[in-house]
């Protein structure tokens, strides 16, 4: 990058095998307490798909398209295509997207606990707002301050549990978000096969119970210690070793304490992580940060877990049964994150990654060509076919589960530097959130326009990211999240670009010796 120079800077050495410590209650609990706030993110996901399909609810803000539900000829793919139904879903995620940008000065300046506290204050008020609402513009405003929530929290919550987490049990901690937020996910399914049968205010019930995970999130922010790594960037080298020790269990926590400090000192020199993230030294991580959770998008995951109960009552499944449906998927879901978090840190990212690729492949096909052969515009599912789809879902989800579901979070947050480690994930949310948004918003549509076509468009995606994982993505197993640049120089295809040394903004001001200001 133009006025850059290079300069021995950063985390130069491997000390991966000096590093002591253990898995201690103290992480343990500091991590479930953090991690809850994934659940928010899991729950209005689940939520959104079960109230959008509650006729208390179309009937109150969604005329049209309660009629259109209600006609007895209506085309199994089209009945749900309103832009604003979608809108009330995708409002959020848009929200999300920008609330997460303006989180990394937060979280980078005022520490992770700083930005965990606001995304749950965030989505106390709009989980408030949604269960009074009167009106269609209250509704809205109450997507809109949950946005706000879930981008702070999805900002700030992956990346203190990747420096909350020891080494060589990062993987497993570090998915404890995707685990919430699969138990997320469930649990709303489950309240929402409840609530469907309170007419017409079930609804209520179901979004207003999301005030439980946000006032766990926001009062477990308030009491959580922030991470080693956040107190020494801040320039508290005591207090984040001190901390360091209690959360290793042991004194001897030298090497790693010394990574810390290098990658802070380099941290404090770099005054714009935004326009640093586009210096060659961070040119793979911006690259990951931009694609996994593009591609974790387009797996097709979310157009399933938002519109579940839609999609199975479009395959002619009765309400009762569509919720039912739904929530099979979503604790097929929990178990199948569970099976990663168990082999994640021992199989690696990759292994995980392709084969859960190559399953989703499989079964997206086979969904289209069901579909495609036994399901008319105006025709019903046999029973046995109908059993079938859901199995197939099922597995779907079950790869989704071990592979790009926690992986899209957990890659991202661990690969980059202190010094552009917010930005990066801020990033990493705000693609996030664009590509859900994207697809909330016109997934209704385009099951209309390419009905069973629409899953053999997801099926087409996971192969170009299942072939990218392979060509691209080095594993990460193992390697201390202050190591990683060292990585990158030694993958087949980054070494060619990653420079030798860490470039340094050469706008940064320097004293006499050299040292920066």
């Not at 809109?144 to 990747?162: D, H, K, T, V």
């Not at 987490?165 to 997320?184: D, I, S, V």
């Not at 009552?313 to 990663?340: D, K």
């Amino acid at each position: 990058m133009a006025g850059g120079s290079f300069a021995p800077a950063g985390v130069a050495k491997e000390r991966a095998e000096q590093y002591q410590g253990k898995l201690t209650v103290y992480v343990i609990v500091a991590c479930i307490v953090a991690a809850v706030g994934g659940s928010l993110f899991g729950y209005d996901i689940g939520i959104s798909g079960g109230v959008t399909s509650m006729d208390g609810f179309l009937h109150k803000f969604f005329k049209t398209v309660y009629k259109q539900k209600m006609l007895a000829h209506e085309n199994n793919y089209c009945k749900y295509d309103n832009q604003g139904l979608a809108a009330f879903t995708s409002s959020l995620y848009l929200a999300g997207l920008v609330a997460s940008l303006v989180a990394s000065p937060v979280t980078r300046n005022y520490g992770r606990r700083g930005s965990i506290i606001c995304g749950g204050i965030s989505f106390l008020v709009g989980a408030t707002l949604n269960a009074a609402a009167a009106n269609l513009a209250m509704l809205l405003l109450g997507r809109i301050m949950l946005g706000i929530g879930i981008g702070f929290g999805n900002q700030a919550i992956p990346l203190y549990l990747s420096e909350m987490a020891p080494t060589h049990l990062r993987g497993g901690l570090n998915m404890m978000f995707q685990l919430a937020t699969t138990l997320g996910i469930f649990i709303a399914n489950m309240v929402n096969y409840g609530t469907q049968k309170l007419k017409p205010w079930g609804w209520r019930l179901s979004l207003g119970l999301a005030i439980v995970p946000a006032m766990v999130m926001t009062v477990g922010g308030i009491f959580l210690p922030e991470t080693p790594n956040s107190l020494i960037e801040q320039g508290s080298k005591e207090e984040g070793r001190k901390l360091l020790e209690r959360i290793r269990g042991t004194e001897n926590v030298s090497a790693e304490f010394q990574d810390m400090l290098d990658a802070s000192e380099f941290a404090s020199a770099i005054k714009h992580p935004f326009r640093n993230i586009l210096n060659r030294r961070n040119r793979p991580q911006l690259v990951m940060a931009i694609f996994m959770p593009t591609f974790q998008i387009l797996t097709g995951i979310n157009s399933i877990l938002f519109y579940a109960p839609v999609l199975f009552q479009s395959m002619g499944f009765g309400g009762n049964a569509a919720l039912y449906s739904s929530a099979l998927t979503g604790a097929v879901l929990v178990s199948s994150t569970l099976i990663s978090i168990a082999i994640v840190d021992k199989l690696g990212r990759r292994v995980l990654l392709i084969s859960g690729g190559i399953m989703m492949i499989i079964c997206q096909v086979i969904v289209a060509i069901i579909l495609g052969v036994k399901l008319g515009e105006n025709q019903e599912l046999s029973k046995g076919f109908s059993v079938l789809v859901v199995a197939v879902i099922c597995l779907f989800v079950v790869a989704f589960g071990w592979s790009w579901g926690p992986l899209g979070w957990t890659v991202p947050s661990e690969i980059f530097p202190l010094e552009t480690r917010s930005a990066g994930q801020s990033i990493t949310v705000a693609v996030n959130l664009l590509f859900t948004f994207i697809i909330a918003q016109s997934f209704l549509a385009l099951l209309c326009a390419l009905k069973f076509g629409i899953f053999l468009f997801f099926a087409g995606w996971i192969t170009v990211m299942t072939v990218f994982v392979y060509v691209f993505l080095p594993e990460t197993k193992g390697i201390p999240i202050e190591e990683m640049i060292l990585m990158w120089r030694k993958h087949w295809f980054w070494k060619r670009i990653v420079p030798e040394y860490p470039e340094v903004d050469s706008s940064v001001s320097r004293r006499p010796d050299n040292s920066t200001v």
